[in-house]
């Protein structure tokens, strides 16, 4: 059973170009969830979806930035026309269910992340 | 607003000895708190979480946390640290009301030397 997985696991662009963060979560998970680590930083929130639907965007940038879950294949991270401040781990995380359903916690499996280098 | 708290960015410890990291937390109610650890380059593992109960909790690779009301804190502490152990610790806290959205603290880096 494969774990989340998570490609490229490392990405360079160059300032202006776009980047395509993909992420497939763990066979059965229809919840998926993106955050930013930024260098010497913690993991901040981005973005939670569950398949074709955009749940909680509180954590994404109003610019620049998208995300989607398809109801078939990966969930993108999109970031356009990329500058160096988003130079940072992308993780992401996926659960069968919502977190807190049925008044229990179900655990949220990360993948390996993305790292973004912006020249 | 929810925040977290690790005061300690880097700890050494001896391989053996042990080890107690810190955890301070900002919420209004009751969160969930939980402890990852982060090998380099690679993704979070679960180490354990508090979710209600009984305030000392298990996890797994021999670490336990305590929730502490009064003080705002879930410090996880290990009786004997093992080379292995080295990696990045991250405490976090999840609303109660929605639980999806993680707030992570800025991490302690753990060294152990032999």
């Known amino acids: 059973n494969a774990g989340v997985m998570q490609n490229p696991r490392h990405l360079v662009r160059r300032r202006g170009q776009e980047a395509r963060l993909r992420c497939s979560p763990m066979?059965?998970?229809?919840?998926v969830y993106w955050y930013r680590q930024l260098p010497e930083e913690g993991l901040k929130f981005m973005v939670y979806?569950?398949?074709?639907?955009?749940?909680?965007e509180s954590g994404m940038p109003k610019e620049r930035f998208s995300a989607e879950f398809p109801k078939e294949g990966p969930s993108i991270l999109r970031i356009q026309q990329v500058v160096r401040g988003d130079s940072a781990a992308y993780f992401c995380?996926?659960?069968?269910?919502?977190?807190?359903?049925?008044?229990?916690?179900?655990?949220?499996?990360f993948g390996p992340g993305t790292r973004l280098t912006v020249l | 607003a929810q925040s977290v708290t690790q005061p300690d960015i880097h700890i050494t410890v001896s391989e053996g000895a042990s080890l107690e990291l810190r955890c301070n937390y900002s919420?209004?109610?009751?969160?969930?708190l939980f402890w990852y650890v982060q090998s380099p380059g690679q993704g979070l593992q679960l180490l354990l979480k508090?979710?209600?109960?009984?305030?000392l909790v298990q996890g797994i690779k021999g670490f336990e946390a305590e929730f502490k009301r009064s003080q705002s804190s879930f410090n996880l502490r290990k009786p004997s640290v093992h080379w292995s152990d080295a990696a990045e610790y991250f405490c976090?806290?999840?609303?109660?009301?929605?639980?999806?959205?993680?707030?992570f603290g800025t991490g302690t880096s753990l060294t152990v030397i032999p």
């Open positions: 995380a996926s659960s069968p269910v919502s977190p807190t359903s049925g008044g229990k916690y179900n655990e949220q499996f």
């Open positions: 919420y209004g109610a009751t969160p969930y």
């Open positions: 976090a806290v999840a609303r109660t009301n929605t639980g999806n959205q993680f707030y």
């Open positions: 508090y979710f209600s109960g009984d305030t």
């Open positions: 979806l569950q398949k074709e639907n955009i749940i909680d």
């Open positions: 066979k059965g998970h229809s919840h």
